[in-house]
């Protein structure tokens, strides 16, 4: 029973934040060999405030992609821990301000102020790196 009650959890690990991110009340499955993880920036009009890029290692390799428009759909190993980094664009117009993690198909989002996050693909996410406009 408490397999089924896995709420949302998050560990600090080296200063980067480790969210196994879990629906409340999902029912333990076989796990697929791969998870969605879906990437969105903030839209500044016609433009993007961040680079969006994440990394983790498969078969002894690093992977790295970086999302270049609004929103990016990738496939991950499940289970592999996923880097997700930000960088604005331009940092006299945009500030960053916090990664915002859904698993897909929960009702709520994990918020982590950090630049850098650590995320367990033990289902699929959507992680929307949200920016500020900075006030001169």
Do not use: D
């Not at 879906?38 to 992977?63: C, E, H, I, K, P």
């Not at 496939?75 to 301000?97: C, D, E, G, I, M």
């Amino acid at each position: 029973m408490p397999q089924l009650r896995r709420g949302l959890q998050a560990l600090v690990i080296g200063g980067a934040m480790l969210a196994p991110v879990t629906s409340a009340l999902a029912a333990p499955q076989r796990s697929p060999s791969l998870q969605e993880l879906y990437l969105q920036n903030t839209q500044t009009g016609a433009s993007m405030a961040g680079n969006l890029t994440f990394s983790y290692r498969s078969a002894g390799r690093l992977v790295r992609h970086s999302c270049p428009i609004y929103r990016c759909a990738y496939r991950v190993p499940s289970n592999a821990v996923v880097t997700l980094s930000q960088s604005p664009l331009n940092p006299n117009k945009y500030r960053f301000k916090t990664w915002r993690i859904q698993a897909l198909g929960a009702a709520k989002a994990q918020i982590f102020k950090k630049p850098r996050v650590l995320v367990v693909m033990s289902t699929g996410y959507t992680a929307t790196a949200v920016y500020t406009a900075v006030k001169h």
